[in-house]
């Protein structure tokens, strides 16, 4: 058990629709990572937050969006889905911000988009 | 493209036998990391390297940083069915800690 808990674990939406995924990072860590993986292009770096700001982006669609809040808790949206966007989510945490630094990650979520 | 490549894509073996995986960029990295992630779990993380020409060593497997600090390689020795996974390295360029991973080699160890 990493300490990150992520929900939910599993979650069928239909095209057009829109979910949220939330994390919650092991206790003390103030970095949120979100992680995109699937099949064909591994796992992809979305978006970073530090104590409640946001500190790297990476390939994250403008569809997509993100926030930390006070309690350090992150959440992902994801908005007017398509097919392509069926993939395993994971959020990850760490210490700090700087590196190197151990990123523990959850189980993720598995998004299926039909 | 990917910014980290990894080679071989899918390896699989006898339980016994030695193996090296390699995480390769054109990139140079102030960190790299390998992790092995097993099905319906998250990654976890193996080893960091931040020195070029690092070695470092965890039981059976062996880390190396390349010189340039662009390149890793991951050598299992003697290998068994617990080693079963995907091995993926990470890296960092900045000071943040925004790891980019490579897609993975994924293992298999047949007893």
């Known amino acids: 058990d990493s300490g990150v808990t992520q929900t939910p674990k599993h979650l069928i939406t239909a095209t057009g629709q829109r979910v949220t995924l939330r994390c919650s990072p092991r206790s003390g860590d103030l970095s949120v990572y979100w992680y995109q993986q699937s099949l064909d292009q591994g796992l992809q770096f979305l978006i970073q937050y530090y104590n409640g700001e946001e500190r790297a982006k990476g390939n994250i669609l403008e569809r997509f969006s993100a926030q930390q809040f006070p309690d350090l808790h992150s959440e992902l949206n994801l908005s007017s889905l398509e097919l392509g966007d069926s993939a395993l989510y994971f959020c990850a945490s760490s210490v700090g911000s700087t590196n190197p630094g151990e990123l523990f990650f959850g189980e993720g979520s598995r998004l299926t988009v039909l | ?111």
């Not at chain 2, 490549?5 to 090296?20: C, K, V, W």
């Not at chain 2, 690092?54 to 890793?72: I, N, W, Y």
């Open chain 2, 1 to 111: 493209t990917q910014l980290l490549e990894q080679s071989p894509q899918f390896l699989s073996i006898q339980e016994g036998e030695n193996l090296t995986v390699y995480c390769n960029s054109s990139s140079v990295f102030s960190s790299l990391q390998w992790y092995r992630q097993e099905p319906g779990e998250g990654p976890v993380l193996l080893v960091t390297v931040v020195t070029g020409g690092e070695v470092k060593k965890l039981k059976r497997l062996t880390f190396q940083f390349g010189d340039a600090r662009k390149d890793s390689s991951l050598h299992i020795t003697a290998a068994q069915p617990g080693d079963t996974g995907l091995y993926l390295c990470a890296g960092a360029r900045g000071n943040n800690n925004d790891m980019r991973f490579g897609a993975g080699t994924r293992l298999t160890v047949k007893p």
